[in-house]
């Protein structure tokens, strides 16, 4: 069992910046890879980012958030983190923490996501 917890969100002018942290806790954590997903109102829930707790570090982002996004991790800390910068009022959803036993990337279906956070709401102003 993993429990994942996201805090970070809120409101924000479009053009600014957000960082949104997740805290896992459960066992051999190491095993998952994590990242973060999305659903804005009346839309299905969809990738954002990833990364991978096994040590290779890697992350995926879909293009509309290259360079804008970033996701980082500290194992010490069992936390990972997304920030947001230059946002716009498209990137207004529920931010969910994501925890996926082996890959979790841009392909993965979110019906097949194995642990999920509670949700944090960003949302941006024009």
């Known amino acids: 069992q993993v429990q994942l917890v996201e805090s970070g969100g809120g409101l924000v002018q479009a053009g600014g910046s957000l960082r949104l942290s997740c805290a896992a806790s459960g066992r051999a954590l190491s095993d998952y890879s994590m990242g973060w997903f999305r659903q804005a109102p009346g839309k299905e829930r969809v990738f954002v980012a990833s990364?991978?707790?096994?040590?290779?570090?890697?992350?995926y982002y879909e293009d509309s958030e290259k360079g804008r996004f970033s996701i980082s991790r500290d194992n010490t800390k069992s936390t990972i983190y997304l920030q947001m910068n230059s946002l716009k009022p498209e990137d207004t959803a529920v931010y969910y923490c994501a925890a996926n036993f082996g890959r979790l990337a841009s392909d993965t279906s979110s019906y097949s996501v194995d642990y999920w956070g509670q949700g944090t709401q960003v949302t941006v102003s024009s």
């Open positions: 990364i991978n707790w096994l040590g290779t570090h890697s992350t």
